[in-house]
Nanobody, 123 residues
Framework: QVQLGESGGGSVQSGGSLRLTCSTS????????MGWFRQAPGKEREKVAT???????TYVDSVKGRFTISQNNAKNELYLQMDSLKPEDTAMYFC?????????????????WGQGTQVTVSA
């Protein structure tokens, strides 16, 4: 059974940086895609970035040029480097594994999610 655990969240001022890490354990061979999602209070969960087995990445428009998703397969870790943070980036951030990169795969019964890490950006 695959388990995911996020770390690296915290509180920063606008313009600051944070690096989130998602540690994975178990057999991840069935998962083609890893992603970062976020959910702010009162808002729907949003896909922030994904990376597939070939290394192809996608980003939501609001974070393009500021966030970078990457992975270290040798360490079984997924990262999200967040630069030039804005107050609107404040949310709980989750990592997830799916059999594809479309939201459907992460939300299916085969999707796996971590518990989340809080990111708070003050003005």
């Amino acid at each position: 059974q695959v388990q995911l655990g996020e770390s690296g969240g915290g509180s920063v001022q606008s313009g600051g940086s944070l690096r989130l890490t998602c540690s994975t354990s178990g057999d991840t061979d069935d998962f083609y895609c890893m992603g970062w999602f976020r959910q702010a209070p009162g808002k729907e969960r949003e896909k922030v970035a994904t990376i597939d087995d070939e290394g192809s990445t996608t980003y939501v428009d609001s974070v393009k040029g500021r966030f970078t998703i990457s992975q270290n397969n040798a360490k079984n870790e997924l990262y999200l480097q967040m630069d030039s943070l804005k107050p609107e980036d404040t949310a709980m951030y989750f990592c997830a594994a799916g059999r594809g990169c479309a939201p459907y795969y992460f939300n299916s019964p085969f999707g796996t999610w971590g518990q989340g890490t809080q990111v708070t950006v003050s003005a």
